[in-house]
């Protein structure tokens, strides 16, 4: 019987384990293995670091080694979140330093970290390994200089996408000369220059690196030198290519890309010049991802240099590749699993490219493994939006953002309902979804119906009524993540379904019609939620309790109202009374 | 009745701009009734100019279209250089009593004597010697550029980089009134 294996046996095997929901199943079968369980999980994800406090991340998993923490809901990507809301890293620092003195990982997306918290970080952990800063914020390059400085066997440092407060480009220099543990490293995202022999340096003495990426300051001219000392890069991203082109810059990025036998991934590419692109053509059969989406060319020379990447696997590009340029990547590039496609000039009223609906349909025609789409376009219809979806039933991902809220279908008129529901009804493996265009409650029936994997949802300006909300909730089993910004969606809806709030990560809405009233109805409701108003017209009670709240953040928690809120957050409590911070 | 009643008012009511624009900024609705977006009041100044300046920019809805900040920096930066770049600097060009008029890229010249000798040549007339004091000598036109500021300028004042980032268009201007200019 299975209760007599003695514990190590077990231990071994649960070390081979490495999904959280088999650990986590794991952890239900009987108190003895939750024991054995918990002393030997050695990584932690936490998708909300107000779900959960660490010192109750501490006291069940005493040997983490790896830690990856989320903070603010995804919208603070596009302003909405106010400054100050939260997500502060120092606590979760500060308690791990005190409890898991061999951490070797933190990965953090979307929070507060200041230059103190780096310096914890840096001076606690003696095996520290791995820090991954994505979409942080908070810190400056002191920060980044007591990291350099202190942690000895750093392997990765990635700042994907950071905003960093960049004092100067001297924390590179302060990696110590003995220090040749890097296998990563991403700062693409500062803008600084650093020093360069410094950089070089540093390269040429890590035989292990394998993902560079440089930020803008290091001009083209210099490249050639960084690729001759790292010719096993098999990640890496250019700085500004913008010098003018010459002879003997150009002949010497051909010289050190074709020493790279490597090279599976290449960014940067920012203000490019169309000229320097051939330079990369002798390592395009290997290319896996491309990241143009800050390369302004156009789309003829888009297509000569994809047209060699007969294994491209992912793209991001702006749209100034426009139909004709997908077209041929539907032709050339039948390994194709992601794309993503930019708006150059989303502001502008007119279109500035070519770049319409008939360039996501044949993609999806010509890239059988084609399953995660994000696209920016200015029309769009339902008969394409259904010939996607009959083209590609194993879409995973489908991001569609028609510029123009509430644009309806360009040929017909009509909502794009059908367009949209045609996505559900065939992609039935589809996890998350973002739409746009002019919505009905009718696309959430069929959403409700038919969307049964989808976990995560993004809404903007859809929706006549809380019938699209309610169906959205009762409907989609799998939803964790829901966001809606401007839809007409209120009480009803959100008070009906109060129980599945529950079994979601969180429910963000602004700009909505859900009242104050019903906000700390839900809060008595469910004990097992954090609803936050936040509002910076002042104290909702100020205001009728019918009035609508600008935004509200709803989560579940075991950690109960946080303790950080600024002045503009109320936590709808059990007793029906506001809490302050 | 009323509707026509509507519709003389309309046509007679005193307000900013050309006859027949629209002002859509009077209309107030909540943002998630089914509206188009607002144009910005500011934008009824450039309703003279729509044909000749790029397609004004609506009134922005906070974070949508749902780029991120550092994606729209860089964007806004490179647009600037890329249309000037790559598109060219094209600007209209009308010489006094020409019965049409006519276009050019100016950041296809490189200094002053190359830009006047392409415009001497479309429009066959002559412009005469330029200097700080006097202006142009020697003939009965003048070049100007209207600037950033909406301002008519004599062409050859500012250094030629300055000249072809701020010039919007280019005027030859004919007869008393170069003269006024040149009794300044």
Same mark, same amino acid.
């Given at each position: ?192 220059? %650093?020093?360069?022999?410094? @950089?070089?340096? /540093? *390269? $040429?003495? &890590?035989? +292990? #690196? !394998?993902? =560079? ?83 302004? %060319?156009?789309?003829?020379? @888009?297509?000569? /240099? *994809? $047209?060699? &990447?007969? +294994? #491209? !696997?992912? =793209? ?266 | ?184």
């Amino acid at each position: 019987m299975v209760y007599s294996f003695p514990e190590e046996v077990l231990e071994y095997v649960f070390a081979f384990l490495s999904s959280d929901k088999d650990r986590n199943a794991v952890s239900l079968v009987c108190k003895s293995w939750y024991e054995i369980e918990r002393w030997c999980r050695r990584r932690v994800f936490i998708g909300n670091c107000y779900a959960v406090s660490p010192q109750i991340m501490i006291r069940r998993f005493p040997e983490v080694r790896a830690v990856k923490i989320k903070g603010k809901p995804h919208f603070a990507d596009f302003n909405l979140v106010p400054e100050r809301w939260g997500a502060y890293v120092y606590p979760w620092i500060s308690a791990m330093a005190r409890s898991y003195p061999w951490l070797e990982e933190i990965k953090l997306k979307r929070m507060v970290v200041t230059d103190e918290s780096l310096e914890l970080i840096s001076k606690s952990f003696k095996n520290f390994k791995v820090l991954s800063l994505s979409s942080c914020e908070g810190f400056t390059t002191d920060g980044l200089s007591s990291i350099a400085a202190n942690c000895r066997n750093l392997r990765e440092l990635d700042l994907r996408e950071s905003e960093v407060e960049d004092l100067s480009g001297h924390w590179l220099s302060h990696f110590p000369d003995n220090f040749t543990s890097l296998v990563s490293l991403n700062m693409s995202c500062l803008g600084s220059e %650093v020093s360069f022999s410094a @950089l070089e340096r /540093l *390269i $040429s003495r &890590c035989p +292990n #690196l !394998k993902t =560079l990426r440089l930020n803008r300051a290091v001009p083209v001219e210099k490249l050639a030198s960084l690729l001759r000392r790292a010719p096993q890069l098999v990640e890496f991203g250019t700085g500004a290519c913008s010098t003018e082109i010459r002879t003997d810059i150009f002949s010497n990025l051909v010289e050190a890309f074709s020493g790279c036998k490597h090279l599976e991934s290449l960014s940067g590419f920012w203000d490019v010049v169309p000229a320097y692109l051939p330079a990369m053509y002798c390592v395009c059969s290997r290319i896996t991802k491309l990241n143009l989406s800050y390369a302004t %060319v156009q789309s003829p020379d @888009l297509v000569e /240099l *994809i $047209s060699q &990447c007969s +294994n #491209l !696997k992912c =793209l991001w590009v702006l749209d100034y590749i426009e139909d004709a340029g997908l077209k041929a990547l539907s032709s050339y590039c039948k390994d194709l699993q992601e794309l993503r496609v930019f708006p150059s000039d989303p502001y502008s009223a007119e279109p500035n490219v070519s770049l319409t609906e008939q360039g996501l349909v044949t993609v999806s025609a010509g890239c059988p493994k084609l399953q995660s789409v994000l696209y920016f376009c200015r029309q769009m219809s339902n008969a394409a939006l259904i010939a996607i979806a009959r083209n590609r039933p194993n879409l995973l991902r489908f991001r569609l953002c028609i510029i123009e809220p509430q644009a309806p279908d360009y040929l017909t008129l009509e909502p794009l309902d059908t367009g949209f529901g045609a996505i559900v009804e065939h992609c039935k493996e589809l996890r998350r979804l973002s739409l746009s265009g002019l919505l009905t409650d009718r696309v959430f029936e069929y959403i409700g119906t038919h969307a049964k994997k989808l976990e995560m949802l993004s809404l903007a300006f859809a929706g006549d009524s809380d019938l699209g909300l309610h169906h959205v909730l009762s409907g989609c089993e799998s939803l964790r993540k829901l966001e809606i910004r401007d839809c007409p969606f209120g009480d009803r809806a959100l008070l009906a379904n109060a129980a599945k709030l529950e079994t979601m990560r969180s429910l963000w809405m602004s700009s909505c019609s859900v009242s104050y009233g019903a906000c700390k109805l839900l809060g008595q409701k469910m004990p097992n939620l954090n609803v936050e108003v936040i509002d910076e017209r002042g104290p909702p009670d100020s205001r009728p309790e019918s009035i609508s709240v600008e935004k509200l953040y709803v989560y579940r928690t075991v950690a109960g109202p946080r303790a950080d809120k600024p002045d503009f957050v109320w936590t709808m409590d059990e007793d029906g009374a506001l809490r302050f911070s | 009745m009323a509707y026509e009643n509507d519709m003389n008012l309309k046509a007679t009511e005193l307000r900013l701009g050309l006859p027949g624009t629209i002002d859509e900024s009077q209309i107030k609705e909540p943002s998630f009734l089914k509206s188009n977006n607002k144009r910005s009041s500011g934008d009824m100044d450039n309703s003279a100019n729509e044909d000749e300046c790029s397609p004004v920019p609506k009134a922005q809805v906070v974070g949508w279209p749902p780029v991120r900040s550092y994606r729209k920096n860089v964007l806004q930066q490179q647009k600037k250089n890329f249309d000037s770049d790559v598109l060219g600097m094209y600007v209209k060009v009308s010489m006094d009593g020409a019965p049409y008029l006519r276009k050019i890229d100016i950041k296809v010249y490189k200094n002053y004597p190359d830009l006047l000798v392409a415009l001497e040549n479309m429009f066959k007339f002559s412009i005469g010697v330029y200097s700080e004091r006097e202006g142009y000598n020697g003939s009965e036109y003048a070049p100007t550029y209207e600037d950033k500021d909406g301002d008519w300028m004599l062409v050859g004042d500012v250094p030629w980089d300055m000249f072809v980032n701020s010039c919007k268009r280019l005027r030859i201007m004919k007869g008393s009134e170069v003269k006024g200019l040149g009794c300044l």
